[in-house]
């Protein structure tokens, strides 16, 4: 979603307009979930996609011209063959929901625009929303619902936006989109969020791949170290915020939420123990130490003297990452990573070919 506002906002300085295409429903499983967005400028640039390319996007990519000429939103609704909805990995013939919307850049005051920069400022400050869009008049209602409770815009009837508003925030708390039917009205909830958090704790060599993967997908990357030779931007040309200081006054700065990861790749006793005291006493969704298996049993067993209980010590993931045979400094980060993902995907990290019937 960071890359969808950077190119708007680019978009925006050359004064232009452009469609942003959101997929809200589908039949069936596909690789693309619901909210997926394709941006199409009036200068022809493409960003991002609907579904994984091939003949959807580019159907969508031949409406974006007439919704930009009459500035009108429009919802498609395409009916897909066999074939057609095998590339995009349906098991079979099925439909798809694509909203298709102007963006008037050159008014960055008004409609949606407003809106999508409203919800951007507010992501920047770490908070979350969604954008609610009214389906039955083709895209045309829209009310902006942040997390602080703060509503914009409107549905077209007070008593509509306060069921969807309601709702809305349930939206966000479970960090999903969704097309939803109330009241005889049927709109899309599209969940918005700012950048996951990835906290690392050591700028050692495996930091500096791992940031560096991370921030490809989209994470706000972070690292600390007390060591100034080692915690440079010359090492980490990729990492949004570099801190040198005490890892553990540092780390408290950060807020440890269900969607945060931190990972602590310094392999020192000093700096392990009171970051994981710490962490554990927070809501992070992953907490991952390298090390061996020896070291990993005895540093929980220091925080475990110290009164910290089994339950809580079972989310310290030691040795980190997914079984993917790493050796290198960029494979260890690889598998680091992957297994972050799982755990946020509330996946196992097994193959998908094992789920083949047999």
């Known amino acids: 979603m960071g890359e969808l506002f950077e190119h708007i906002e680019r978009l925006q300085r050359a004064g232009g307009k452009a469609v942003v295409a959101t997929l809200i429903n589908t039949r069936g499983t596909t690789p693309r979930k619901e909210g997926a967005k394709m941006l199409v400028g009036e200068d022809g640039s493409i960003l991002g996609s609907v579904t994984i390319g091939g ?46 919307e102007p963006l008037a850049l050159d008014r960055p005051e008004e409609g949606a625009a407003r809106l999508y ?33 703060t ?22 708390g479970r960090g999903a989109s969704r097309t939803l039917f109330l009241e005889s009205v049927r709109a899309f909830v599209e969940v918005l969020a700012p950048p996951a958090l990835l906290l690392v704790v050591g700028a050692g060599h495996v930091a500096m791949p791992l940031t560096g993967l991370a921030s490809i997908l989209g994470y706000r990357t972070v690292v600390l170290d007390g060591r100034p030779r080692f915690a440079t931007h010359e090492r980490f040309p990729d990492v949004d915020e570099l801190r040198v200081g005490i890892p ?7 807020p440890l939420t269900p969607s945060a990861a931190l990972v602590l790749v310094a392999h020192d006793y000093k700096y392990d123990l009171p970051v994981l005291r710490h962490a554990l006493t927070t809501d992070a969704g992953y907490i991952g130490m390298l090390g061996s298996s020896r070291r990993g049993t005895t540093i929980l067993k220091f925080l475990a003297e110290d009164g910290v209980s089994d339950a809580a010590l079972k989310r310290v993931r030691v040795p980190i990452g997914l079984d993917l045979g790493a050796r290198t400094a960029p494979e260890i980060a690889l ?13 196992t990290g097994q193959p998908l070919s094992a789920r083949r019937p047999r």
């Open 335 to 347: 598998a680091i990573l992957a297994e972050i993902q799982a755990v946020r995907a509330g996946t």
């Open 117 to 149: 920069a409203r919800l951007r400022a507010h992501a920047g400050r770490g908070g979350h929303g969604a954008l609610v869009t009214r389906l039955d008049g083709n895209g045309a209602g829209k009310l902006l619902v942040l997390d602080d409770g």
């Open 248 to 254: 553990s006054e540092l780390v408290r700065e950060y």
């Open 55 to 100: 003949c959807v996007d580019a159907q969508v990519i031949e409406e974006a011209s007439d919704v930009l000429a009459t500035m009108r939103p429009r919802l498609l609704e395409l009916n897909l063959g066999d074939e057609e909805a095998w590339e995009i990995g349906l098991t079979c013939g099925g439909a798809i929901e694509v909203l298709v």
């Open 151 to 172: 509503t914009e815009g409107t549905l077209g009837d007070v008593f509509l936006d306060e069921r969807f508003t309601a709702e809305a925030l349930e939206a966000i």
